[in-house]
Protein backbone atom coordinates (compact mmCIF):
# COMPACT_ATOMS: atom_id res chain seq x y z
CA UNK A 1 0.00 0.00 0.00
CA UNK A 2 1.38 3.50 -0.53
CA UNK A 3 1.82 5.90 2.22
CA UNK A 4 4.03 7.99 4.49
CA UNK A 5 6.19 6.38 6.94
CA UNK A 6 7.08 8.33 9.91
CA UNK A 7 9.76 7.06 12.12
CA UNK A 8 10.06 6.76 15.38
CA UNK A 9 7.16 6.89 16.79
CA UNK A 10 8.13 8.43 19.86
CA UNK A 11 11.34 9.77 20.30
CA UNK A 12 13.36 11.15 23.33
CA UNK A 13 15.52 13.94 22.98
CA UNK A 14 18.51 14.58 25.95
CA UNK A 15 19.44 18.67 26.13
CA UNK A 16 22.16 19.72 23.82
CA UNK A 17 21.25 16.82 21.54
CA UNK A 18 20.73 16.76 17.94
CA UNK A 19 18.20 14.15 16.71
CA UNK A 20 16.80 12.67 13.23
CA UNK A 21 13.20 12.43 12.94
CA UNK A 22 12.49 10.10 9.37
CA UNK A 23 9.58 10.53 6.61
CA UNK A 24 9.86 8.73 3.63
CA UNK A 25 6.96 7.93 1.01
CA UNK A 26 6.11 5.64 -2.17
CA UNK A 27 3.22 7.72 -3.31
CA UNK A 28 5.85 9.04 -5.95
CA UNK A 29 4.94 12.78 -5.12
CA UNK A 30 7.36 15.34 -5.67
CA UNK A 31 6.53 17.58 -2.87
CA UNK A 32 7.28 17.22 1.01
CA UNK A 33 6.40 19.33 3.87
CA UNK A 34 7.35 19.20 7.77
CA UNK A 35 5.02 20.59 10.43
CA UNK A 36 5.10 21.27 14.21
CA UNK A 37 1.95 20.72 16.05
CA UNK A 38 1.57 22.11 19.35
CA UNK A 39 -1.74 22.23 21.50
CA UNK A 40 -3.88 25.21 20.70
CA UNK A 41 -1.75 26.60 18.09
CA UNK A 42 -2.75 24.26 14.71
CA UNK A 43 -0.23 23.40 12.46
CA UNK A 44 3.11 25.27 11.75
CA UNK A 45 5.32 24.54 8.86
CA UNK A 46 8.65 24.19 9.52
CA UNK A 47 10.27 23.66 6.35
CA UNK A 48 9.04 21.74 2.39
CA UNK A 49 10.81 21.04 -0.73
CA UNK A 50 9.45 20.89 -4.07
CA UNK A 51 11.90 18.70 -5.88
CA UNK A 52 15.07 16.90 -5.03
CA UNK A 53 17.96 18.97 -3.56
CA UNK A 54 16.19 21.90 -3.18
CA UNK A 55 14.13 22.86 -0.03
CA UNK A 56 12.43 26.17 1.31
CA UNK A 57 12.14 27.40 4.80
CA UNK A 58 8.63 27.80 6.69
CA UNK A 59 7.31 29.63 9.16
CA UNK A 60 9.50 28.53 11.85
CA UNK A 61 12.52 27.00 10.74
CA UNK A 62 14.96 28.29 13.18
CA UNK A 63 16.18 25.34 15.21
CA UNK A 64 15.85 22.42 12.26
CA UNK A 65 17.11 21.41 9.30
CA UNK A 66 16.24 18.91 6.35
CA UNK A 67 17.95 17.92 3.09
CA UNK A 68 16.11 15.48 0.06
CA UNK A 69 18.75 13.71 -1.68
CA UNK A 70 16.38 11.19 -2.82
CA UNK A 71 12.31 12.13 -3.97
CA UNK A 72 11.33 9.25 -1.42
CA UNK A 73 12.79 10.64 1.83
CA UNK A 74 12.80 14.32 3.58
CA UNK A 75 14.53 13.52 7.16
CA UNK A 76 14.18 16.66 9.53
CA UNK A 77 16.75 17.09 12.06
CA UNK A 78 16.38 19.13 15.17
CA UNK A 79 19.20 20.44 16.33
CA UNK A 80 20.82 22.00 20.14
CA UNK A 81 19.60 25.17 18.67
CA UNK A 82 15.82 24.39 18.97
CA UNK A 83 15.07 25.52 22.70
CA UNK A 84 11.91 23.92 23.03
CA UNK A 85 11.46 21.03 20.56
CA UNK A 86 8.99 19.16 22.74
CA UNK A 87 6.11 18.90 20.01
CA UNK A 88 4.67 16.91 17.68
CA UNK A 89 6.20 16.58 13.77
CA UNK A 90 4.16 16.20 10.65
CA UNK A 91 5.58 15.03 7.63
CA UNK A 92 3.32 15.53 4.59
CA UNK A 93 3.10 15.17 0.68
CA UNK A 94 1.38 15.76 -2.40
CA UNK A 95 1.78 15.38 -6.08
CA UNK A 96 3.18 18.50 -8.05
CA UNK A 97 0.60 20.06 -10.03
CA UNK A 98 0.36 23.30 -11.36
CA UNK A 99 -3.06 23.93 -9.78
CA UNK A 100 -2.45 22.70 -6.73
CA UNK A 101 -5.73 21.10 -6.38
CA UNK A 102 -4.40 17.99 -4.64
CA UNK A 103 -4.83 17.79 -0.66
CA UNK A 104 -1.57 16.47 1.06
CA UNK A 105 -1.23 12.95 2.32
CA UNK A 106 -0.40 13.04 5.96
CA UNK A 107 2.38 10.23 7.99
CA UNK A 108 1.16 9.16 11.29
CA UNK A 109 3.60 11.87 13.42
CA UNK A 110 6.51 11.35 15.71
CA UNK A 111 5.76 12.97 19.35
CA UNK A 112 9.55 13.92 20.15
CA UNK A 113 10.48 14.78 23.83
CA UNK A 114 13.16 16.35 25.20
CA UNK A 115 13.99 14.60 28.97
CA UNK B 1 -0.82 36.47 2.25
CA UNK B 2 -2.99 32.93 3.31
CA UNK B 3 -5.13 32.60 6.33
CA UNK B 4 -7.39 30.40 8.16
CA UNK B 5 -9.81 31.33 10.91
CA UNK B 6 -11.48 28.38 12.85
CA UNK B 7 -13.36 30.51 15.55
CA UNK B 8 -14.78 27.82 17.78
CA UNK B 9 -11.71 26.09 19.94
CA UNK B 10 -14.20 23.50 20.70
CA UNK B 11 -17.35 22.38 19.42
CA UNK B 12 -20.04 20.21 21.40
CA UNK B 13 -23.14 17.82 19.90
CA UNK B 14 -25.43 15.57 21.20
CA UNK B 15 -25.02 11.92 19.46
CA UNK B 16 -28.05 12.20 16.20
CA UNK B 17 -27.77 16.12 16.36
CA UNK B 18 -26.43 17.88 13.45
CA UNK B 19 -23.34 19.41 13.69
CA UNK B 20 -21.39 22.37 11.99
CA UNK B 21 -17.72 23.37 12.01
CA UNK B 22 -16.66 27.05 10.84
CA UNK B 23 -13.76 28.19 8.77
CA UNK B 24 -13.16 31.24 7.53
CA UNK B 25 -10.50 32.08 4.97
CA UNK B 26 -8.00 34.93 3.38
CA UNK B 27 -6.43 34.47 -0.08
CA UNK B 28 -6.20 36.42 -2.78
CA UNK B 29 -7.94 35.02 -5.69
CA UNK B 30 -9.54 31.82 -5.66
CA UNK B 31 -9.34 29.79 -3.37
CA UNK B 32 -8.82 25.47 -3.18
CA UNK B 33 -10.14 24.39 0.84
CA UNK B 34 -9.68 21.83 2.72
CA UNK B 35 -11.08 20.01 5.36
CA UNK B 36 -8.69 17.37 7.28
CA UNK B 37 -9.77 14.93 10.81
CA UNK B 38 -7.43 14.56 12.96
CA UNK B 39 -7.87 11.47 15.95
CA UNK B 40 -5.47 11.33 18.96
CA UNK B 41 -1.45 10.74 18.28
CA UNK B 42 -2.29 9.79 14.40
CA UNK B 43 -1.83 11.94 11.37
CA UNK B 44 -4.26 14.72 9.51
CA UNK B 45 -7.09 12.23 7.40
CA UNK B 46 -8.14 14.19 4.13
CA UNK B 47 -12.15 14.29 4.45
CA UNK B 48 -12.89 16.40 1.82
CA UNK B 49 -11.78 19.56 -0.57
CA UNK B 50 -13.50 22.70 -2.67
CA UNK B 51 -11.99 23.25 -5.80
CA UNK B 52 -14.54 24.08 -8.42
CA UNK B 53 -18.18 23.21 -9.14
CA UNK B 54 -21.16 22.75 -6.75
CA UNK B 55 -20.72 25.07 -3.40
CA UNK B 56 -21.52 22.10 -1.15
CA UNK B 57 -18.97 19.33 -1.38
CA UNK B 58 -19.49 15.50 0.31
CA UNK B 59 -16.80 13.43 1.49
CA UNK B 60 -15.81 10.91 3.46
CA UNK B 61 -17.67 10.13 6.49
CA UNK B 62 -20.71 11.23 5.99
CA UNK B 63 -19.85 14.96 6.13
CA UNK B 64 -20.31 17.81 4.01
CA UNK B 65 -18.92 21.34 3.31
CA UNK B 66 -20.59 24.44 1.63
CA UNK B 67 -18.22 26.74 -0.08
CA UNK B 68 -19.41 30.45 0.50
CA UNK B 69 -17.74 32.77 -1.81
CA UNK B 70 -19.34 36.13 -0.65
CA UNK B 71 -18.72 35.32 3.44
CA UNK B 72 -15.33 33.38 2.46
CA UNK B 73 -16.49 30.86 4.38
CA UNK B 74 -16.37 26.94 4.21
CA UNK B 75 -18.31 25.52 7.13
CA UNK B 76 -17.99 21.40 7.23
CA UNK B 77 -21.35 19.68 8.27
CA UNK B 78 -22.75 16.60 8.89
CA UNK B 79 -26.74 16.07 9.59
CA UNK B 80 -26.10 13.64 12.48
CA UNK B 81 -23.30 13.36 14.75
CA UNK B 82 -21.69 10.51 15.92
CA UNK B 83 -19.76 9.69 19.18
CA UNK B 84 -17.21 8.21 16.74
CA UNK B 85 -16.65 11.74 15.27
CA UNK B 86 -15.15 13.24 17.93
CA UNK B 87 -11.78 14.26 17.07
CA UNK B 88 -9.71 17.21 15.82
CA UNK B 89 -10.97 19.26 12.79
CA UNK B 90 -8.74 21.56 10.57
CA UNK B 91 -9.12 23.69 7.86
CA UNK B 92 -7.17 24.50 5.00
CA UNK B 93 -6.46 26.71 2.07
CA UNK B 94 -4.22 27.02 -1.07
CA UNK B 95 -4.73 29.71 -3.83
CA UNK B 96 -5.85 29.29 -7.28
CA UNK B 97 -3.18 28.00 -9.43
CA UNK B 98 -0.46 28.53 -6.77
CA UNK B 99 1.12 25.17 -7.77
CA UNK B 100 2.41 22.87 -4.31
CA UNK B 101 3.27 26.40 -2.27
CA UNK B 102 2.10 24.68 1.33
CA UNK B 103 -1.29 24.67 2.68
CA UNK B 104 -1.96 27.25 4.93
CA UNK B 105 -3.95 25.85 8.11
CA UNK B 106 -6.21 26.83 10.75
CA UNK B 107 -5.73 26.19 14.45
CA UNK B 108 -8.46 23.13 14.83
CA UNK B 109 -11.84 23.00 16.82
CA UNK B 110 -12.12 20.40 19.10
CA UNK B 111 -15.41 18.07 18.62
CA UNK B 112 -17.21 16.23 21.26
CA UNK B 113 -19.76 13.99 20.53
CA UNK B 114 -21.74 12.99 23.61
CA UNK B 115 -23.72 9.99 23.91
Known amino acids: DGGITQSPKYLFRKEGQNVTLSCEQNLNHDAMYWYRQDPGQGLRLIYY???????QKGDIAEGYSVSREKKESFPLTVTSAQKNPTAFYLC??????????????FGSGTRLTVV | AQSVAQPEDQVNVAEGNPLTVKCTYSVSGNPYLFWYVQYPNRGLQFLLKYITGDNLVKGSYGFEAEFNKSQTSFHLKKPSALVSDSALYFCAVRALNSGNTPLVFGKGTRLSVIA
Open chain 1, 49 to 55: SQIVNDF
Open chain 1, 92 to 105: ASTPLTGAGDYGDT
